[in-house]
């Protein structure tokens, strides 16, 4: 099955965790299988680590330290935001979850999340659920 959710940020950069809203849309029926959490976008994506605050923050400055804003990008001459399709592309734009009794398979520390790297926006992250039997 396939799923779509929004996510609303409220600043240029940054990362929400989407766990709950991800969960929540797995349906109970499914045993076994695989859930695909895809962003369609350009200037976001998506991993799977720790929502701690601080590493939140971490990965933000991290991800700034790696692409300068003003790192004097081709792409900047088309729409100025070379560093945020370039910051997305290092963390991807999709992870797959083993499901099992209709519950995501997440360790205890790791939480899906969402990065928005030219924000404020609203974005589509979509779902795709699949049983293995
Ligand atoms: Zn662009």
Do not use: K
């Not at 349906?27 to 895809?38: A, D, R, S």
């Not at 330290?65 to 001459?77: E, F, I, K």
């Not at 797959?96 to 790791?110: A, D, F, H, S």
């Amino acid at each position: 099955m396939r799923e779509t959710f929004t996510v609303e940020t409220s600043e240029r950069v940054s990362v929400e965790d989407v766990t709950d809203a991800v969960q929540q849309r797995v349906p109970t029926e499914i045993g076994q299988g695989l859930c695909t959490v895809y962003v369609p976008h350009t200037t976001a994506g998506v991993t799977v680590n720790e929502a701690e605050a601080g590493l939140l923050e971490d990965v933000e400055s991290v991800l700034a330290s790696l692409v300068p804003a003003d790192g004097g990008y081709a792409h900047d001459d088309v729409d100025d935001n070379a560093d945020a399709h370039l910051r997305s592309m290092l963390l991807g734009s999709s992870v797959t979850i083993p499901v099992t009794t209709g519950e995501l398979n997440l360790g205890t520390w790791q939480s899906v999340l969402f990065f928005e790297g030219d924000g404020p926006r609203r974005r589509t992250v979509e779902m795709s659920v699949i049983a293995s039997h």
